[in-house]
C-alpha cells in the first residue's frame, strides 16, 4: 500500500497512475460506465419484467363460451380433424358424405386434416382459446381425455339438442354416459377406438398373445414387446389386467399398474413405447406384439394376414374421438348439423366402411351390409354383445391427477 | 477537421450538411444491424425473457401461473433430471467424436484429393438435407431393423457381442438401444461437420505442404504440424455445429431410442406438451442452455482459436 502514498510518488509514477485512471483498463470510460449501469438497468427491470409475465387462468366461467352464432349469414364452416379419418373416393380427390352434406344443407365445409396428435394438437391451439380467440375452427375431433380438458376449461360451446335429432335417438348405449360430459351437452363421438392386443404371429411364431400379463412375462417376446404413449390405454390395459376398473381406480391402483410396467421395463422385457408407429414395426416384425388400436389393425390385417389380434378375456380399453365446437367458433349451429348428419343411418354406415373404427351409431350394422357384409360382421367396427361387455373406459381425472399421473408415466416411458 | 480549417469567410450553410451527412454515415451502421436487432429481439430475446419469467412461476393450467420466484424448480429439476442430462452430453459429445472421424478424412479428400470430382463431392454431402430431418431419421429403423442386412451382418462379425459388453446394444438387435440413437445422430449431423472442416482445409495454402516436404518432413508430420494446425478452426466449429444441436435433439432418441434411451430434450417436450409442467419444463431448457455454454465455453478455451471460421 505504501508505494501509493501520493507525497512518495516521484512525479513520473504519478503521471502514470493519473494515465492509468483515465486511458488504462481501470479506467473508468463512457463505455464501461455504460456497460455498467446497463447491467444494473437490466438486473432492476429484469426482475419487474420478468415478475410481470406470468400465465393467466386458463379456465372460463361456465357459460361464457359461446359466441355470436353467424351460422345463417355464413353458410359455411371449418372441420378439423385426423388423417385418413372421413370416406374419400376411389381417386381421393373428393369426400362422398362431405359432399352430400354441402348438397343438402348449402354448407360449404372446410375440411382439413391438421390433427396428427393430441398433445400437439392442444399446444396448438391453446394459446388462442386461452387469450378467448377464435381458433378459426368450427369443429374440432380430439380423444375423450383432451374433449374432457377442453370442457372442464369452459374451452367448448354447448350444442343445442334441438338441432341434434338423429344424435340424440341414435348414439349407442355403449357411448351414451361419460362422466366428464354428463347428457352428451358439448360432445358427440365420431369413433370408438378399442385397444386391443396385436401380435405378429410369424415373429411368435405361431402362438398367441392374448393378455397384458403374458406381454410382460413370457420370455418368447422378451425385447419385442410395445406398448402405447397414450397413457390411458396402456395403464387402463394393465390395470384391467390386475383386475382393476379402468373407470373407478385408485391411486394406489395407478401406481401398482406403473410398477407393474416398470418391472417390464427394466427386464427388456417392452421395447418401445410408440405413437401410432408402431404400425410399421409390427408389419416388419420388430415389435413381436403390442398394444394397438382396432382400426390400425384392421388396416394392418388388409396388407398383411399374418397380423392378428386378441381381446384379453380381462377386457379393453375403449377410447373415444369427440366432436367438439371450440369455444368462439362463428359457426355453431352449422356444426351441430354436421354432427347430426353423421348420426343418419346411411351416412355412419358409408363412414364406418371406409374408416374400420368402430361406428358410436346404434343400429347401423343393416346399413352396413348393404356396402360390405364382412366389415358388418367384424366385431371391431360393430361390437357384438359380448365384445360390447368386455369394454371400459378410463375414468376422467382432475387437473391435478393428471398432472400427478402424467408425470408418473412419463417417467415410466422415459421422457 | 477540414471543416474548422476552412476560412472564416467561407459561405455559413455550407456548415451544416457536412456535419448532417457525418451523422447519417455514423448510423448507417445502426440502420444496417436494424432488421437483424429487431429479428432477434422478437424471435430471441423477448422469448427468453418469457422463459425466464416462466421457470420461476408456479401454479397450474387451470389457475393460471404466477410467478412467486420459486428458484426451488431449477434443483428440483436438476435432481430429477440429471441422468437425461449426463446421456445427453454422452450421446452428443460421442457422436461429434464419430463424426469428426468420419467427417476429417472425408473433408481432406474433398480439399485436396478430389480435383474435378470436388463440386459434385460437396453436392452429395449436403444432398440428405433435399429429405426430411423425420424422414431421414426413418430409413435408418428400415437399415437397422431386427433381422436386417445390417444387423445379421454386426452380429455374425461379432461386433454386437463388443457394444452388448459395452452397453450400447441389448442382446442381438440394435434398434431401441443407445448405439441406434448415437447412430442417428451421428448421420443426422454429418454435414454440419463436413463443410466447416473443408471451408478452412481447403484454404490451407499447398505450398506450406511442399514446404514440408522440402524439410524432410514426413507426410504423417506433415499432417501433424501443418495440416491439422491450420484446419483448427473447422474442427473448432464443426465440433460446435454438431454437439449443440445434437446435446438438444429429441428426435432420434424418440424414434431410434427406447424407455433408457431418452434425452433431455424429450424430458422438455413431454413436460411443455404431456404433463402441462411449463416451469419445469423452462427451468430445463435454461440449465441445458447453460450447460452446453458452459461446456462450449471450456472447450473454446482449451482448443484456443481466436477466430471459428
Given at each position: 500500500?505504501?508505494?501509493?502514498?501520493?507525497?512518495?510518488?516521484?512525479?513520473?509514477?504519478?503521471?502514470?497512475?493519473?494515465?492509468?485512471?483515465?486511458?488504462?483498463?481501470?479506467?473508468?470510460?463512457?463505455?464501461?460506465?455504460?456497460?455498467?449501469?446497463?447491467?444494473?438497468?437490466?438486473?432492476?427491470?429484469?426482475?419487474?419484467?420478468?415478475?410481470?409475465?406470468?400465465?393467466?387462468?386458463?379456465?372460463?366461467?361456465?357459460?361464457?363460451?359461446?359466441?355470436?352464432?353467424?351460422?345463417?349469414?355464413?353458410?359455411?364452416?371449418?372441420?378439423?380433424?385426423?388423417?385418413?379419418?372421413?370416406?374419400?373416393?376411389?381417386?381421393?380427390?373428393?369426400?362422398?358424405?362431405?359432399?352430400?352434406?354441402?348438397?343438402r344443407t348449402g354448407i360449404a365445409v372446410k375440411y382439413t386434416e391438421d390433427i396428427n396428435d393430441n398433445v400437439e394438437f392442444f399446444g396448438k391451439i391453446q394459446p388462442q382459446l386461452a387469450a378467448g380467440q377464435d381458433t378459426g375452427r368450427d369443429l374440432i375431433n380430439v380423444t375423450d381425455w383432451l374433449a374432457a380438458r377442453i370442457i372442464r376449461l369452459g374451452w367448448a360451446q354447448k350444442l343445442d339438442p334441438s338441432l341434434l335429432p338423429h344424435a340424440y335417438a341414435n348414439l349407442s348405449s355403449q357411448f351414451r354416459r361419460v362422466d366428464w360430459d354428463p347428457g352428451r351437452a358439448y360432445s358427440y363421438p365420431w369413433t370408438g377406438i378399442p385397444c386391443v392386443i396385436a401380435y405378429n404371429s410369424r415373429a411368435t411364431r405361431g402362438r398367441k398373445v392374448d393378455s397384458v400379463t403374458q406381454l410382460l412375462d413370457d420370455p418368447s417376446l422378451k425385447g419385442r414387446v410395445g406398448f402405447l404413449t397414450e397413457m390411458r390405454d396402456t395403464i387402463g390395459m394393465t390395470l384391467l389386467d390386475l383386475g382393476k376398473d379402468p373407470g373407478r381406480f385408485t391411486d394406489a391402483d395407478y401406481d401398482a399398474a406403473i410398477g407393474r410396467l416398470q418391472k417390464g421395463v427394466d427386464k427388456n422385457q417392452i421395447r418401445r413405447f410408440t405413437g401410432n408407429d408402431y404400425t410399421s414395426d409390427l408389419a416388419k416384425g420388430d415389435l413381436a406384439a403390442c398394444l394397438a388400436w382396432a382400426g390400425d389393425v384392421i388396416q394392418l390385417q388388409a396388407d398383411n394376414p399374418e397380423i392378428k389380434f386378441a381381446i384379453p378375456a380381462a377386457g379393453y380399453v375403449t377410447a373415444t374421438d369427440n366432436l367438439l365446437v371450440p369455444a368462439e367458433a362463428r359457426h355453431r349451429k352449422n356444426a351441430t348439423r354436421l354432427i347430426d348428419y353423421y348420426y343418419e343411418l346411411p351416412v355412419a354406415a358409408q363412414l364406418a366402411a371406409y374408416i374400420n373404427y368402430v361406428c358410436p351409431v346404434a343400429g347401423v350394422g343393416a346399413e352396413l351390409a348393404k356396402i360390405d357384409p364382412e366389415l358388418a360382421k367384424n366385431p371391431l367396427i360393430i361390437p357384438d354383445e359380448a365384445m360390447a361387455a368386455k369394454s371400459h373406459s378410463f375414468r376422467s381425472l382432475s387437473s391435478e391427477e393428471e398432472t400427478a399421473y402424467e408425470e408418473k408415466f412419463a417417467k415410466l416411458i422415459g421422457a | 477537421?477540414?471543416?474548422?480549417?476552412?476560412?472564416?469567410?467561407?459561405?455559413?450553410?455550407?456548415?451544416?450538411?457536412?456535419?448532417?451527412?457525418?451523422?447519417?454515415?455514423?448510423?448507417?451502421?445502426?440502420?444496417?444491424?436494424?432488421?437483424?436487432?429487431?429479428?432477434?429481439?422478437?424471435?430471441?430475446?423477448?422469448?427468453?425473457?418469457?422463459?425466464?419469467?416462466?421457470?420461476?412461476?408456479?401454479?397450474?393450467?387451470?389457475?393460471?401461473?404466477?410467478?412467486?420466484?420459486?428458484?426451488?424448480?431449477?434443483?428440483?429439476?436438476?435432481t430429477e433430471y440429471y441422468p437425461q442430462f449426463l446421456r445427453s452430453l454422452l450421446y452428443a459429445g460421442t457422436?461429434?467424436?464419430?463424426?469428426?472421424?468420419?467427417?476429417?478424412?472425408?473433408?481432406?479428400?474433398?480439399?485436396?484429393?478430389?480435383?474435378?470430382?470436388?463440386?459434385?463431392?460437396?453436392?452429395?454431402?449436403?444432398?440428405?438435407?433435399?429429405?426430411?430431418?423425420?424422414?431421414?431419421?426413418?430409413?435408418?429403423?428400415?437399415?437397422?431393423?431386427?433381422?436386417?442386412?445390417?444387423?445379421?451382418?454386426?452380429?455374425?462379425?461379432?461386433?454386437?457381442?463388443?457394444?452388448?459388453?459395452?452397453?450400447?446394444?441389448?442382446?442381438?438387435?440394435?434398434?431401441?438401444?443407445?448405439?441406434?440413437?448415437?447412430?442417428?445422430?451421428?448421420?443426422?449431423?454429418?454435414?454440419?461437420?463436413?463443410?466447416?472442416?473443408?471451408?478452412?482445409?481447403?484454404?490451407?495454402?499447398?505450398?506450406?505442404?511442399?514446404?514440408?516436404?522440402?524439410?524432410?518432413?514426413?507426410?504423417?508430420?506433415?499432417?501433424?504440424?501443418?495440416?491439422?494446425?491450420?484446419?483448427?478452426?473447422?474442427?473448432?466449429?464443426?465440433?460446435?455445429?454438431?454437439?449443440?444441436?445434437?446435446?438438444?435433439?429429441?428426435?432420434?432418441?424418440?424414434?431410434?431410442?427406447?424407455?433408457?434411451?431418452?434425452?433431455?430434450?424429450?424430458?422438455?417436450?413431454?413436460?411443455?406438451?404431456?404433463?402441462?409442467?411449463?416451469?419445469?419444463?423452462?427451468?430445463?431448457?435454461?440449465?441445458?442452455?447453460?450447460?452446453?455454454?458452459?461446456?462450449?465455453?471450456?472447450?473454446?478455451?482449451?482448443?484456443?482459436?481466436?477466430?471459428?471460421?
Open positions: 500500500m505504501e508505494q501509493y502514498e501520493t507525497e512518495r510518488l516521484s512525479a513520473a509514477q504519478l503521471a502514470a497512475v493519473r494515465r492509468s485512471l483515465t486511458s488504462g483498463r481501470g479506467a473508468l470510460s463512457r463505455r464501461s460506465l455504460l456497460r455498467a449501469s446497463g447491467a444494473g438497468v437490466f438486473a432492476a427491470g429484469g426482475a419487474g419484467i420478468l415478475s410481470g409475465c406470468g400465465i393467466p387462468p386458463a379456465k372460463r366461467e361456465a357459460g361464457t363460451a359461446d359466441s355470436d352464432d353467424h351460422s345463417d349469414k355464413e353458410k359455411q364452416i371449418t372441420f378439423s380433424n385426423w388423417t385418413e379419418y372421413m370416406d374419400t373416393s376411389e381417386d381421393g380427390k373428393s369426400r362422398p358424405t362431405l359432399e352430400a352434406f354441402t348438397k | 477537421m477540414t471543416v474548422t480549417e476552412a476560412p472564416p469567410t467561407s459561405p455559413a450553410p455550407a456548415r451544416p450538411p457536412v456535419h448532417r451527412t457525418s451523422v447519417r454515415r455514423r448510423l448507417v451502421p445502426y440502420w444496417l444491424l436494424l432488421p437483424g436487432v429487431l429479428w432477434l429481439v422478437v424471435f430471441f430475446v423477448l422469448p427468453l425473457v418469457y422463459q425466464a419469467s416462466t421457470s420461476v412461476q408456479t401454479g397450474s393450467l387451470e389457475q393460471g401461473f404466477e410467478v412467486t420466484w420459486h428458484f426451488a424448480t431449477y434443483w428440483d429439476a436438476l457422436a461429434t467424436a464419430l463424426c469428426l472421424l468420419l467427417g476429417y478424412p472425408l473433408a481432406y479428400l474433398i480439399a485436396f484429393k478430389a480435383g474435378r470430382w470436388r463440386n459434385l463431392l460437396l453436392v452429395l454431402v449436403i444432398a440428405p438435407f433435399f429429405t426430411s430431418f423425420l424422414i431421414r431419421t426413418l430409413a435408418w429403423k428400415t437399415i437397422l431393423a431386427d433381422g436386417g442386412p445390417v444387423v445379421e451382418v454386426l452380429n455374425t462379425v461379432g461386433v454386437l457381442d463388443v457394444t452388448s459388453w459395452l452397453g450400447m446394444t441389448a442382446g442381438d438387435r440394435v434398434l431401441a438401444t443407445p448405439l441406434a440413437v448415437v447412430t442417428g445422430l451421428t448421420y443426422n449431423f454429418l454435414p454440419f461437420m463436413i463443410l466447416p472442416l473443408y471451408t478452412s482445409l481447403e484454404r490451407i495454402d499447398p505450398r506450406l505442404h511442399e514446404a514440408a516436404g522440402d524439410l524432410y518432413a514426413k507426410p504423417s508430420t506433415t499432417f501433424r504440424k501443418v495440416t491439422f494446425p491450420l484446419s483448427m478452426p473447422g474442427v473448432v466449429s464443426g465440433t460446435l455445429l454438431t454437439f449443440i444441436p445434437a446435446s438438444g435433439d429429441y428426435v432420434n432418441a424418440q424414434l431410434l431410442g427406447s424407455t433408457d434411451t431418452r434425452m433431455i430434450g424429450n424430458v422438455i417436450q413431454s413436460q411443455f406438451l404431456r404433463v402441462l409442467d411449463y416451469p419445469t419444463a423452462a427451468a430445463l431448457s435454461f440449465i441445458l442452455m447453460a450447460v452446453v455454454l458452459i461446456t462450449v465455453t471450456v472447450y473454446i478455451r482449451r482448443a484456443g482459436t481466436e477466430d471459428l471460421v
